[in-house]
């Protein structure tokens, strides 16, 4: 990959509907030029996907935060299971340490977060905290040198 690349995943990362064209005329390419080169960083797995972002707080999910959990290592793999059929999670990250798991979640209202966390409990012990704002949520992948 070389510096067009990574011009390219960085203006795909800012608006994925950002169009062949736009971006041709941004890194000094043709638009089947910019075609092809994001098929071969699909195709390597450097782009993995194309998705949009939600602002939940616009969908009734007006408390945004993040739970650690000490999952029960016996129960990790039923606390998966829990995460993915559970509508107000929206992310789960594995990790290493007592506290192993970092999830993301959307909720209407306390009481939503309340029931969300007594459910959690038959898994391990959690720290949550509430999301006041974000600063940002993604960056530009640094240009090779």
């Known amino acids: ?30 638009a ?36 650690l959990v000490a999952v029960f290592p016996e129960k990790y793999g039923q606390f998966c299971k829990f995460c993915e059929d559970t509508p107000a999670i929206t992310a789960h990250h594995h990790l290493v340490g007592k506290l192993n798991a970092l999830l993301r979640f959307a909720v209407a209202d306390t009481r939503q977060l309340d029931t969300l ?3 959690i409990k038959q898994y391990g012990d959690s720290q949550t905290s509430v999301e006041l704002g974000a600063c940002f949520e993604q960056k530009d992948v640094p240009l090779p040198k």
């Open 32 to 67: 089947p030029a910019v075609s092809e080169r994001i098929r071969r960083m699909e195709e390597k797995g450097v782009i993995r996907s194309f998705s949009i972002s939600i602002d939940r707080t616009l969908l009734d999910s007006n408390l945004t935060g993040f739970i």
């Open 1 to 30: 990959m070389d510096r067009t690349d990574y011009q390219i995943l960085n203006l795909l990362q800012a608006d994925s509907r950002t169009t062949l064209k736009t971006i041709g005329d941004r890194v000094g390419l043709t």
């Open 117 to 119: 966390l007594a459910s």
